[in-house]
Structures are given as structure tokens and as C-alpha cells.
């Protein structure tokens, strides 16, 4: 038995499946069997490339909870349906998580944490300005403009005793960050 836990379906670059496929390409099995089909793959691609070299080494696929077997035409036109659903369903989720945080975001709504210099406002769906935050960019901006470093620019927020959102000390990469950002 070969198990791909906690791995996405999305592509065939999993290590359960390249292992298959090794199999497969060995002669070593005859059929694969699947508890479910969107475990296997998710693309219509992806399972039309298995197919073709499954066929090509004379192996089916099985699949238990869909009651498929592609060793005929009937199971392997079922399958190519059922994939194409399938892909369908998760292009579809994923415009609709894009269009929801699109629409989130143009109504200033934010999901996560807020970026350093804002914090959520007492609604919970939009953020404001931290006036603190506000002024440590200010001061890294300021630095920045002047031609310190990035390394030095951290130094001198650390020796004046300010402290990352999280209350740890500077980086430079955490300076890079934020003026990227900005």
C-alpha cells in the first residue's frame, strides 16, 4: 500500500505517486487501486497522461468509492468525466476565493494580520493607522532617504530600544520587507 498523506491531488509530483509510477514503468503491477478518484489527481492532464501509460503497460486503475475500472472504454469514459468535474470543482473554488478576497479587499476588508504600520479597527473588517507603527516607518523611511543601510538602520531602531510588532529586535530583512511594502 502506498500512501501520499497530507499531499494535494492538484499535480502527479508527489512522492507516493512517483513511486507508482516506477512500478508501473517496472511491469510490476497489473493494477492500481484507488479508494478514491480525486485522491489520485484532480486534472484532467495529469489523468489522461496515467491513463495512456497505464494502458501502454497494460494496467488499470481502480477506483472503490467511484466503482470504476478503466479496463474497459465504458470505466474509462466515466473516469475522463468524472476528472473533468472534478477539475472544474476546484477552478470554480478557486475563483470564487479569488472574487471573495478581491471584494473583501475593495471594501478595505482585511483577512489575517494587518500590515505593520495599521491594525484591524474596532469594526473587525477594516484596519486604521497605529499611530506607533506610523512613526517607526516614518523614522525607517527618514533613514533610508539619509543613505543608511538596511543593517544600520535596524541597529539604530534596536539601539533605541524599539521592537518589531512581535516584540523581538530588528533585521535588516525585516527593514527590506517593509520598505519593499511601502
Known amino acids: 500500500m502506498i500512501v ?18 516506477k512500478l508501473v ?8 487501486i484507488v479508494a478514491k478518484l480525486d485522491r489520485l489527481t484532480r ?3 495529469d489523468l489522461a497522461d496515467l491513463l495512456e501509460i497505464f494502458q501502454r503497460k497494460g494496467v488499470s486503475l481502480v477506483s472503490v468509492a467511484e466503482s470504476l475500472d478503466t479496463g474497459s472504454a465504458a470505466g474509462r ?3 475522463n468525466i ?20 478581491d471584494l473583501k479587499r475593495s ?5 489575517g494580520n494587518a500590515p505593520y504600520g495599521f491594525r484591524l479597527a474596532i469594526d473587525q473588517k477594516h484596519i486604521e493607522e497605529d499611530r506607533k507603527e506610523q512613526s517607526v516607518l516614518n523614522r525607517i523611511r527618514t533613514l533610508r532617504l539619509d543613505g543608511m543601510s538596511l543593517r544600520a538602520i535596524a541597529a539604530e531602531l534596536n539601539q533605541r530600544r524599539l521592537t518589531t510588532r512581535r516584540g523581538s ?7 527590506a520587507r517593509l520598505l ?3
Open 169 to 175: 529586535h530588528w533585521r535588516m530583512e525585516y527593514v
Open 43 to 45: 486534472s484532467v492532464r
Open 82 to 101: 468524472m476528472v473533468s468535474v472534478s477539475q472544474w470543482e476546484r477552478e470554480a473554488i478557486g475563483e470564487r476565493t479569488r472574487d471573495a478576497l
Open 4 to 21: 501520499d498523506a497530507g499531499e494535494s491531488a492538484k499535480n502527479l509530483k508527489r512522492p507516493g505517486m512517483e513511486r507508482i509510477l
Open 25 to 32: 514503468q517496472a511491469g510490476e503491477l497489473d493494477k492500481v
Open 77 to 79: 469514459l466515466v473516469l
Open 107 to 111: 471594501r478595505l476588508e482585511f483577512l
Open 180 to 182: 519593499k511594502a511601502v
